[in-house]
Structures are given as C-alpha cells and as structure tokens.
C-alpha cells in the first residue's frame, strides 16, 4: 500500500518562505510523476506543481512561478515543495499526490499539510 505524509507546513507572515516534505513508503517511488496540490476553503483543489521521474522536467501553476521549486530525492523517495515570498493568497492545505502511471491522472494522495500565511 503505498503511503504518503506530508510535514512542514505551518503560519507564516507574507514574504516568508516556506519548505513542505513528503516521504512516499510503498511502491518504486522512482517510477512516477509527483506533484503538489492545495485547496484553500471553499475553493476547489488546484494544481501547484508536478515533477517527472528523475526531476528534469517540472510543471508549475501560473500562481507558483517564480516563487516555488519542486524538486525530488529518489533515494530517499521525497518530494519537496520550497514556498519563496508567500502570499496570504497561498494559505491553503497543501497535498502531496503521487501520479498513476500514464503520468496524468493522480492515483494516491497524502493527508494533507497546513499553509497559513498572515498579512
């Protein structure tokens, strides 16, 4: 079964920065598209940001460019999403997904992680 679990989110003031980690047990990590999600309340999730296999092709929301990297670690199966000059607009629950293996439909999800960002 595999099993994802997010850490790092947490309140911080606009223009801080943020680092959010996702450890992945089960499965061959290395093997899949991984990706970041948020949904703000009342909002519907949306896409953060995606990386392929080895990490050397990333895909960002228009919101995160500039601001955030994704980046992997397959020998240790993480993901991590380092947050730059946070907005109150980015306050969110921020969801570690593990993609299927066409790449493009989401196949496992993690429990999510609080971003809260003050003015």
């Known amino acids: 079964q595999v099993q994802l679990v997010e850490s790092g989110g947490g309140l911080v003031q606009a223009g801080g920065s943020l680092r959010l980690s996702c450890v992945v047990s089960?499965?061959?990590?290395?093997?899949?598209?991984m990706g970041w999600f948020r949904q703000a309340p009342g909002k519907e999730r949306e896409f953060v940001a995606a990386?392929?296999?080895?990490?050397?092709?990333?895909y960002y929301a228009e919101s995160a460019k500039g601001r955030f990297t994704i980046s992997r670690d397959n020998a240790k199966s993480t993901v991590s999403l380092q947050m730059n000059n946070l907005k109150p607009e980015d306050t969110a629950v921020y969801y570690c997904?593990?993609?299927?293996?066409?790449?493009?439909?989401?196949?496992?999800w993690g429990q999510g992680t609080q971003v809260t960002v003050s003015s």
């Open positions: 997904a593990q993609y299927d293996g066409s790449g493009s439909t989401v196949g496992y």
């Open positions: 089960g499965g061959t990590f290395s093997r899949y598209v």
């Open positions: 990386l392929n296999w080895s990490g050397g092709r990333t």
